[in-house]
């Protein structure tokens, strides 16, 4: 592929990442359960992962649990938190731009287990207020699940004041922050991290998170684990009975290489962590600019302030993105419609109706995200194949 542009399905694994995994998917490979030396060797390397990964994120060891992704930690977090605590109520609080792990993981609660929920509208930018927050709790609520930022338009909600109202109201608060994590600087202040304090955060900021989900292969590590933080206290169920791993929080033996290699790619995307959101956001607003002066008829959707560093989400009137989609992979493009999940659909994704944008830009609306490998020549390459790609289906329809 000439010009990858979905970055936010998945990036290519980090060099760093990949000699990290190797050698435990070759002559590393005992189970960490085993009591024998292949067994131990397999046990240090989670442990010491799991102390790399507290580090760039400013907690202890012992509150990152390893899963199998980011659907899985969506899922631990709102069911185990459920199971466990529901005796004090069934009400949650979350918005309605949520990543389906999340709203399915939610809804299923909802119809099995009894569960009450206020499902918060974001505004036209794609937020959800901490006010919004504020006011729809209630004596039984117990949850509230915001994520960090959005896949489809990456609007960034105000977490850390949505924290601070969690925790003076003594509620628990589950932020999905697989499109964060990586991504932007993070400081759950239950231990100190090792260096300075990644700038924009304090390690008061983000003390009312109860629980945070992260994917690696959203920041350069492997597919097919991911991990959740939870906070020392926490009551938790377990979702998948079996083993005693990972404090009896996640039976099943642990995926050793894609631990690994998780912690070795965090630990890269941290130390780079800086440079790269300026190089990406100066990327990203030159791509939005272009597209909005040089297409007509052209919107960028989400928030421009409050966004990730990688985000282009952008629509065109009386366009169907599926037709820009093929035409741009023609062109040696890769890009995606919403999400990489919601983009085989066809359908209108519930983020995008959720901002209300009007109607004649709704089925033409294509996401396309950036990595720290990206070019400028790239960003500038898509652009001006999409607005040449736009007016000819425009064209097409005239006729
Ligand atoms: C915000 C968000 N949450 C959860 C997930 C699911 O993560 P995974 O693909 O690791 O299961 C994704 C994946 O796109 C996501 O973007």
Redesign the pocket.
Known sequence: MAIYLDN???MRVKAEALAAAMPFMAEQFGNPSSLHTPGLTAKKAIQKAREDIATCLWCKPSEIVFT???????NLAIKGYFEANCGRGKHIITTDI?????AESIAWLRKMQGAEVTVLPVDGQGLVSAAQVASAIRPDTILIAV?????EIGTIQPVAEIAAVAKARGIALFV????AVGHLPFALGSAEGAGKLPAGVTPKDYEGITML?A????FGGP??V?FLFVREGTKLMPILHGGPQEQMLRAGTENVPGIVGTAAALVASCRELRSNMRKMRELRDRMIDRILTEIPDSRVNGSRKQRLAGNVNVSFAGVEAASVLVLMDMAGIACSGG???SSTSGKVSHVIEALHIPPEYENGTIRMTLSPETTQAEVDGAVTALAEIVAKLREGRKV
């Open positions: 936010a399905a998945s199998s992704g980011g659907t899985e930690s969506d949520e990543h389906p792990a999340v994520q960090f930022a959005n896949n999905d922050a697989v499109q989900a994917s690696p292969h959203k597919k097919g991911g999400s990489a999940c």
